[in-house]
């Protein structure tokens, strides 16, 4: 895509704006004034209320960028997305870089810790058997699903929203039919040639995330000319293709891929520039939670010492107008959005 719309110039309010100065985000709790015109490689500024000047391929992004996003239906749930949510990280794996394989032989205590994330606020459990982290093992399918299954089957008698966090078309399958809800594909389809398949008869949503190269594990280090534009390119890209297989565009998350195979200076510029995004028409999911670029920008800060980090990306994401979060510290987190929540109610009202 040559022209690419960014929102920028939030304003607290509409209610003291003249007719048309402002858009809604995505039908949820931001208003902005401005779109920042990234084109052949130049930036400038316009504001919203001239965005028909640019022509009808910038009239469709604004359509995109400001319609509201069809919920989610999770089973009997629903999952509006008018404000940010949370999405719990729940990993059953020896060797997560984040919680040390605490549940990885427990099916039990692996559900117990789910439902009290959802206890906490969570909206949804995202359940992953396989690390995704630089350098882990591959995990054999059979191996993962025998990981997942048992945990899937009692969040799902539980009432829990469950996604399934995994590259492998059988994991997908098996999770599905013990009841998860959600397929999250750090590949976005691509690593197993069956996957979309899985994921086009079992008419469920589905987590499209970047990474440079799906199909060999998401790390590897590449030259972008512009990691904002780039990303969308490529989402875009992907979205055309699952949609023309079968996939609504409706039941389609979309994730930039914090971490993976992006540098530190790439990944503050697309947290920086996340509601560039919402062009795509899609939910968008932020996964950045205990990420390494908190240690890098805090004096190699370890894992388990970056909540802080962990929640000032969060609530970036919120104030980008991100619909899920996905993170580890669910309760933390839940707090910090509802004081978030609590301030732009009182800012829509003029105070």
Known sequence: MSLHLRPVQFVDTPVTQPDGAVARLAGGLQWFAAYEVIEAGRRRTIPVADVATLGESAVRLHAAITAPRPPLQLGERVLRLDQPLVAGILNVTPDSFSDGGRHS??????AAAGVDMAAAGAALIDLGGESTRPGAAQVWEGDEIARVVPVVERLARSGTPVS????????M??????????????SALLWDDRALDVVVRARCPVVLMHSPDPKEGGHARTGYRDVLT????WLDA?????VAAGIERSRIVVDPGIGFGKTLAENLALINGLAIFHGLGCPIMLGASRKRMIGALDNEAPVDARLGGSLALALKGAEAGVQLLRVHDVAATVQALRIWRGLRDRALVGG
């Open 238 to 242: 992907r979205i055309a293709a699952v």
């Open 230 to 233: 780039d990303v969308f390119d």
């Open 105 to 110: 032989d427990d099916p039990a205590a692996a």
């Open 164 to 171: 399934i966090d995994t590259r492998k078309a059988a994991v």
């Open 173 to 186: 399958d098996a999770a599905l039919a013990a009841g998860a809800h959600i397929v999250n594909d750090v």
